[in-house]
């Protein structure tokens, strides 16, 4: 009987530390949940608000702060893959808010820049300019931002996603 006892005292004690656990991942589910809706709820507004996707208004706002980018300097600042900002410019060219300039004797090279469209929309937008998610990242403390990111990788890993390439990509195709 004593062993029965000392069975159940034994698996009490096993399934607490598992009830623990299995709050935490549940409210870090939540928790992801909560931040991909909050960024896909700001992009819509952004949308509705100035007819461009948040993640359009964001190179609008990097061109207008750094005129005559490339759009590998583009794609570099928006940690976006450089054929995923060359789309999107094409966009953002269709729509008049942005035009390419080829100057100097390397006219390979295209600068990109504003037009006068494109910097009325921006006068007109909803802030944070370059994104919720990147806003609020940038006011999270170092030592949490180191911490969110070290816990990101494992959690990368251990989805085997390693996908590098996906990191390059907005969060949905209407951002582009």
């Not at 939540?30 to 190179?59: D, T």
């Not at 300039?101 to 006068?116: A, S």
């Not at 996908?163 to 949905?172: Q, V």
Request: charged letters at 25%; aromatic letters at 2%.
């Amino acid at each position: 009987m004593n062993q029965d006892k000392i069975g159940m005292e034994n698996s009490s004690a096993l399934s607490e530390p598992e009830s623990v656990r299995a709050t935490q991942v549940r409210s870090v589910l939540q928790n992801l949940r909560r931040v991909f809706r909050s960024i896909q709820a700001h992009s819509r507004w952004v949308e509705k608000q100035c007819g461009v996707s948040s993640a359009q208004l964001w190179a609008i706002w990097e061109l207008s702060t750094q005129p005559g980018l490339r759009v590998s300097d583009l794609s570099i600042i928006m940690s976006i893959h450089q054929s995923t900002a060359s789309n999107m410019l094409d966009k953002l060219e269709d729509k008049g808010l942005v035009r390419r300039e080829r100057r100097g004797p390397d006219q390979r090279v295209v600068h990109l820049y504003l037009t006068d469209e494109g910097t009325r929309l921006l006068a007109n937008a909803p802030r944070p300019a370059q994104g919720a998610l990147t806003h609020a990242l940038q006011q999270v403390s170092d030592e949490a931002l180191a911490q969110l990111d070290t816990g990101l990788e494992q959690l990368i890993r251990s989805m085997d996603a390693d996908e590098n390439e996906a990191g390059l990509e907005p969060l949905t195709g209407r951002d582009l």
